[in-house]
């Protein structure tokens, strides 16, 4: 299964430390807590990873559901209707890519950046996205279409908030599956408070 493994703690004087591409720096008194935050912190991004290609995905259903309201008959200056189409296309492709580099370089000397890097890059390609195929929604009047966009960019702005404060005291939350959903009906996530050094 796809997941991602960042792997770099450095060690400075007798502290172990791991730097993320959030620009949170925690540091440790031990190698154990700095693996234990680590090991975290990639359940963390696997989660993200999950909850980034679900929302590519439905953006992507959402412009091929709609590709045929992306006519170019329409003379209208105010609204592009062929620059919009191209945009989302190159934004989704994007975004297919950055998908693809987070899981092989994860473990890169880098990773630790530029998963976060590209994960936050591809949330705002989401959000361009969205924001587009909401502007066509609405020239068609079609309302499920911009509910499902609206539903679709408060996600985005959730995992991109997420993505900004994990790592900082007392704010990150991290994701923790002890039980598969497929093996527990009645399976609720639980939410643990990370404790940083």
Do not use: D, P
């Given at each position: 299964m796809k997941t991602i493994r960042i792997v770099q703690i450095s060690k400075e004087q007798k502290k172990?430390?791991?730097?993320?591409?959030?620009?949170?720096?925690?540091?440790?008194?031990?190698?154990?807590?700095?693996?234990?935050f680590l090991f975290n912190t990639n359940l963390f991004l696997t989660d993200k990873l999950h909850a980034l290609h679900k929302l590519y995905c439905e953006t992507w259903n959402a412009f091929q559901d709609n590709w045929f309201y992306l006519d170019n008959d329409r003379k209208t200056p105010k609204f592009p209707i062929k620059e919009t189409e191209r945009k989302c296309v190159q934004n989704l492709d994007a975004i297919e890519s950055l998908l693809v580099l987070s899981v092989d370089r994860c473990h890169f000397t880098n990773g630790n950046y530029f998963v976060f890097i590209h994960f936050n890059k591809i949330a705002d390609y989401l959000e361009e996205t969205i924001r587009l195929l909401a502007q066509v929604f609405g020239k068609h009047s079609n309302t499920n279409a911009i509910c499902k966009m609206d539903i679709s960019i408060r996600h985005v702005l959730y995992a991109r908030n997420e993505l900004s404060n994990h790592g900082k005291y007392s704010t990150t939350k991290i994701f923790k599956i002890p039980t598969h959903l497929s093996e527990n009906k009645s399976y609720i996530p639980d939410y643990n408070l990370a404790i940083v050094a």
């Open positions: 172990y430390v791991i730097n993320l591409g959030n620009g949170t720096s925690n540091s440790f008194s031990s190698k154990r807590e700095a693996e234990s």
